[in-house]
């Protein structure tokens, strides 16, 4: 169990992210929590559905957490879809098998609970899914390890569902250099043959955890819409995950989005609350343009109820993700990968209520919370 000034700081942090909150300047508006009556479509651009409290083997597949409460969380929370990851990610396991193994276990899943879930391959799933109050599981990769020297495998993996990919994750890769790669080299010739390969599979190409370089070659080489699935404003905190002006307005004009998470990359040094994600949305919206800002959390619905199993847990996450290579910087075992005052079944329309008072307008909003990735999705997944 962690020490006692673990949970007492827990306790501090919840206490400075309310005042934190209370902070952000109010605009009256006739409209707060209209968001939860008008119900939007929203969809996170990663994330996904998970019960935090429970205690999983270490091996469980990612929907081993799914169980009810983290469902009606999802549903009270308004969500239609998510960008779920599976495959390989990092480790030792072999990319390419353990990425057609993992989409085979998610597959399986899904027919086994089709009352709930629908396997998102183009975008009439997502309104499918909302119309029959079940969740669109959009299939995603958050590394291109698995595609190995060979860009048919786009088309193979295309062809079992894949419909988001990322080229890197945080180190380098055969494709690229990720956000923590110091070389910061860019995109490899095999990165070019694969993102014409991605363009030409009609799949989302996903620039989040690619390095500086890396993101504005692929920007470059894309012939279409891309985009940042997850991420933060470097102009506003300063850490690798972030993504520069240049890179985030590259992306605009090529008719994607940028997604901000929710995640520790929010703020330098502390925990960051829902001030700070506002400040990244604010920035991006002022950078990007209202059309080409989403959400995408980086994180599940359903909020933590025992801090000190939690921060056990984190604690050995932080280690294990430091020993092995892939940590960036800004993860720390002190600070929750979430943020503190804006977690649980209503965090979407408390974001929601916190941006009318700033002064958004209700048709922006809709735009952040799914809007904009439905455009995006609906032009890309053509064929």
């Given at each position: 169990?962690?020490?006692?000034?673990?949970?007492?700081?827990?306790?501090?942090?919840?206490?400075?992210?309310?005042?934190?909150?209370?902070?952000?300047?109010?605009?009256?508006?006739?409209?707060?929590?209209?968001?939860?009556?008008?119900?939007?479509?929203?969809?996170?651009?990663?994330?996904?559905?998970?019960?935090?409290?429970?205690?999983?083997?270490?091996?469980?597949?990612?929907?081993?957490?799914?169980?009810?409460?983290?469902i009606?969380?999802?549903?009270?929370?308004?969500?239609?879809a998510?960008?779920?990851?599976?495959?390989?990610?990092?480790?030792?396991?072999?990319?390419?098998?353990?990425?057609?193994?993992?989409?085979?276990?998610?597959?399986?899943?899904?027919?086994?609970n089709?009352?709930?879930?629908?396997?998102?391959?183009?975008?009439?799933?997502?309104?499918?899914?909302?119309?029959?109050?079940?969740?669109?599981?959009?299939?995603?990769?958050?590394?291109?390890?698995?595609?190995?020297?060979?860009p048919s495998?786009?088309?193979?993996?295309?062809?079992?569902g894949?419909?988001?990919?990322?080229?890197?994750?945080?180190?380098?890769?055969?494709?690229?250099?990720?956000?923590?790669?110091?070389?910061?080299?860019?995109?490899?010739?095999?990165?070019?043959?694969?993102?014409?390969?991605?363009?030409?599979?009609?799949?989302?190409?996903?620039?989040?955890?690619?390095?500086?370089?890396?993101c504005?070659?692929?920007?470059?080489?894309?012939?279409?819409?891309?985009?940042?699935?997850?991420?933060?404003?470097?102009?506003?905190?300063?850490?690798?995950?972030?993504?520069?002006?240049?890179?985030?307005?590259?992306?605009?004009?090529?008719?994607?989005?940028?997604?901000?998470?929710?995640?520790p990359?929010?703020?330098?040094?502390?925990?960051?609350?829902?001030?700070?994600?506002?400040?990244?949305?604010?920035?991006?919206?002022?950078?990007?343009?209202?059309?080409?800002?989403?959400?995408?959390?980086?994180?599940?619905?359903?909020?933590v109820?025992?801090?000190?199993?939690?921060?056990?847990?984190?604690?050995?996450?932080?280690e294990?993700?430091?020993?092995?290579?892939?940590?960036?910087?800004?993860?720390r075992?002190?600070?929750?990968?979430?943020?503190?005052?804006?977690?649980?079944?209503?965090?979407?329309?408390?974001?929601?209520?916190?941006?009318?008072?700033?002064?958004?307008?209700?048709?922006?909003?809709?735009?952040?919370?799914?809007?904009?990735?439905?455009?995006?999705?609906?032009?890309?997944?053509?064929?």
């Amino acid at each position: 169990m962690p020490h006692r000034r673990d949970v007492l700081q827990f306790g501090g942090l919840m206490a400075a992210a309310g005042a934190a909150s209370l902070a952000l300047p109010f605009v009256a508006s006739a409209n707060v929590g209209d968001a939860r009556r008008r119900h939007p479509m929203v969809i996170d651009a990663l994330g996904g559905l998970g019960n935090p409290n429970l205690a999983e083997p270490a091996d469980a597949e990612d929907f081993a957490s799914i169980d009810a409460r983290a469902i009606a969380d999802g549903h009270a929370s308004g969500l239609c879809a998510f960008n779920q990851t599976l495959g390989y990610v990092s480790g030792p396991a072999e990319p390419f098998e353990y990425s057609i193994a993992s989409i085979a276990r998610w597959d399986d899943y899904l027919r086994r609970n089709p009352q709930t879930f629908i396997k998102v391959l183009g975008a009439a799933d997502i309104g499918a899914a909302r119309d029959s109050r079940r969740f669109g599981v959009i299939f995603g990769f958050q590394n291109g390890a698995m595609f190995g020297k060979d860009p048919s495998r786009v088309a193979t993996f295309a062809a079992l569902g894949l419909r988001i990919t990322q080229l890197t994750y945080n180190i380098r890769n055969q494709l690229g250099d990720g956000s923590m790669a110091p070389e910061n080299g860019g995109l490899t010739d095999l990165g070019r043959a694969m993102v014409a390969e991605i363009n030409r599979g009609n799949i989302i190409l996903d620039l989040s955890h690619s390095g500086q370089q890396t993101c504005l070659d692929a920007i470059a080489a894309s012939k279409g819409p891309l985009v940042i699935s997850h991420t933060g404003c470097r102009a506003v905190a300063d850490l690798p995950r972030n993504k520069t002006d240049q890179e985030l307005r590259g992306v605009a004009e090529k008719g994607g989005f940028v997604g901000i998470y929710f995640m520790p990359f929010l703020a330098i040094g502390r925990q960051p609350t829902a001030e700070d994600l506002i400040a990244h949305i604010e920035h991006a919206i002022q950078i990007c343009g209202e059309d080409h800002v989403a959400i995408g959390t980086d994180g599940v619905l359903s909020a933590v109820d025992d801090m000190p199993a939690y921060f056990a847990r984190l604690r050995i996450e932080v280690e294990h993700r430091k020993a092995s290579g892939i940590s960036a910087t800004g993860e720390r075992a002190d600070i929750v990968p979430f943020l503190p005052d804006l977690q649980g079944a209503d965090k979407f329309w408390r974001l929601a209520d916190l941006l009318e008072r700033r002064g958004h307008g209700q048709a922006r909003i809709d735009k952040l919370l799914g809007q904009n990735f439905l455009r995006c999705a609906e032009q890309i997944w053509r064929a």
